[in-house]
């Protein structure tokens, strides 16, 4: 169990990145007041993140990708989170399986 | 709030974390893996996701990770995956009316995707407590830093997650999420303008620029429509 010094300083440099973009929003909204339409845009903040990270998944990997988040999105109209998931995941599985 | 409360607030927590418990061990077994393949030790594997805690940008560290390892190259590729976490924690933030001062920001070190996105859906429907929170945490972050370790001690034997389909877990978590999220057109604006700005950023731009993109597209967009409907309330 080695720890090399130049992995070790690069570690603490991703981890001193990390701590400062967590708390910088918390110091953030201590300084701004939220009123009206800032409020309205802090709330549309995790639908705006969220679909940016699955932006290139669902539209630009594949078509096993783009359907099987089809499929996700479908399933949670309906179904509880962890049958959709479940459902995405085989969907996914198979349609590569298939060479898509 | 009288201890009983607090334990069963923990175990809700827990409760609410459990399928992403599921699906984050075989993404942290990858890690430790792939960081295997790059050199790096159990103890150094196990440290990063001890210390950093951010999946996405740990994957991408070991995609630039050379030897000997460089701090500025992961240090900055680790701030621009990460730079979401700025208005993640600027909008949990405003759901942590239950917490002390010191309790909140001990919270946000423990920022992730998966626990944000438990917590911004609780607020939702109840208070948001230290204690529920801290059940998010605890699991997560021990199932992240242990399956790593074990990823990295166990190499090569494991078999290849993206023939299982495993890859695709988080991605379908979001995509749940994100329909719940769903209030109605001006939702439906801001999907489509973060959607768009990531996918065009992913084409011309290399690397993670993409992330911040599109929330900053999606937030505007938020923004343009919150605008618009103020003036048809004021004549």
């Given at each position: 169990?080695?720890?090399?010094?130049?992995?070790?300083?690069?570690?603490?440099?991703?981890?001193?990145?990390?701590?400062?973009?967590?708390?910088?929003?918390?110091?953030?909204?201590?300084?701004?007041?939220?009123?009206?339409?800032?409020?309205?845009?802090?709330?549309?903040?995790?639908?705006?993140?969220?679909?940016?990270?699955?932006?290139?998944?669902?539209?630009?990997?594949?078509?096993?990708?783009?359907?099987?988040?089809?499929?996700?999105?479908?399933?949670?109209?309906?179904?509880?989170?962890?049958?959709?998931?479940?459902?995405?995941?085989?969907?996914?599985?198979?349609?590569?399986?298939?060479?898509? | 709030?009288?201890?009983?409360?607090?334990?069963?607030?923990?175990?809700?927590?827990?409760?609410?974390?459990?399928?992403?418990?599921?699906?984050?061990?075989?993404?942290?077994?990858?890690?430790?893996?792939?960081?295997?393949?790059?050199?790096?030790?159990?103890?150094?594997?196990?440290?990063?996701?001890?210390?950093?805690?951010?999946?996405?940008?740990?994957?991408?560290?070991?995609?630039?990770?050379?030897?000997?390892?460089?701090?500025?190259?992961?240090?900055?590729?680790?701030?621009?995956?990460?730079?979401?976490?700025?208005?993640?924690?600027?909008?949990?933030?405003?759901?942590?009316?239950?917490?002390?001062?010191?309790?909140?920001?001990?919270?946000?070190?423990?920022?992730?995707?998966?626990?944000?996105?438990?917590?911004?859906?609780?607020?939702?429907?109840?208070?948001?407590?230290?204690?529920?929170?801290?059940?998010?945490?605890?699991?997560?972050?021990?199932?992240?830093?242990?399956?790593?370790?074990?990823?990295?001690?166990?190499?090569?034997?494991?078999?290849?997650?993206?023939?299982?389909?495993?890859?695709?877990?988080?991605?379908a978590v979001f995509i749940v999420l994100v329909m719940g999220?769903?209030?109605?057109?001006?939702?439906?604006?801001?999907?489509?303008?973060?959607?768009?700005?990531?996918?065009?950023?992913?084409?011309?731009?290399?690397?993670?620029?993409?992330?911040?993109?599109?929330?900053?597209?999606?937030?505007?967009?938020?923004?343009?429509?919150?605008?618009?409907?103020?003036?048809?309330?004021m004549p």
């Amino acid at each position: 169990m080695t720890v090399d010094i130049a992995a070790l300083v690069a570690i603490l440099a991703m981890a001193a990145a990390t701590v400062l973009t967590r708390l910088s929003g918390l110091v953030l909204i201590r300084h701004v007041s939220l009123e009206g339409s800032r409020r309205k845009a802090i709330e549309s903040i995790p639908p705006a993140v969220l679909m940016a990270v699955v932006a290139p998944t669902a539209f630009a990997t594949g078509i096993a990708e783009t359907l099987a988040c089809a499929v996700t999105a479908f399933a949670a109209l309906r179904l509880p989170m962890l049958v959709s998931v479940a459902l995405g995941v085989a969907c996914v599985a198979i349609l590569r399986a298939l060479g898509l | 709030m009288s201890n009983n409360t607090k334990f069963q607030d923990f175990l809700g927590g827990m409760r609410a974390i459990s399928p992403l418990i599921a699906a984050v061990i075989p993404i942290g077994l990858v890690f430790g893996a792939v960081a295997a393949t790059k050199g790096l030790s159990p103890a150094e594997a196990g440290l990063m996701s001890a210390l950093v805690f951010a999946g996405g940008s740990q994957f991408v560290a070991m995609d630039i990770w050379i030897h000997p390892a460089s701090w500025t190259g992961v240090g900055f590729a680790a701030l621009l995956v990460n730079i979401r976490h700025v208005l993640m924690s600027a909008s949990l933030g405003t759901r942590m009316g239950g917490f002390s001062a010191p309790a909140r920001y001990l919270s946000m070190l423990f920022l992730a995707d998966e626990i944000w996105a438990m917590a911004e859906f609780r607020a939702k429907v109840a208070r948001l407590t230290p204690a529920w929170f801290a059940g998010l945490v605890a699991p997560f972050y021990l199932a992240w830093v242990f399956s790593g370790l074990a990823g990295a001690a166990l190499g090569a034997f494991l078999g290849d997650p993206v023939v299982l389909g495993l890859d695709f877990a988080f991605p379908a978590v979001f995509i749940v999420l994100v329909m719940g999220f769903w209030k109605g057109p001006e939702t439906g604006a801001v999907l489509l303008a973060s959607g768009a700005a990531a996918v065009a950023t992913l084409h011309f731009v290399p690397g993670v620029w993409y992330i911040a993109a599109g929330a900053v597209a999606g937030l505007a967009a938020a923004m343009v429509t919150g605008k618009e409907r103020d003036a048809e309330v004021m004549p």
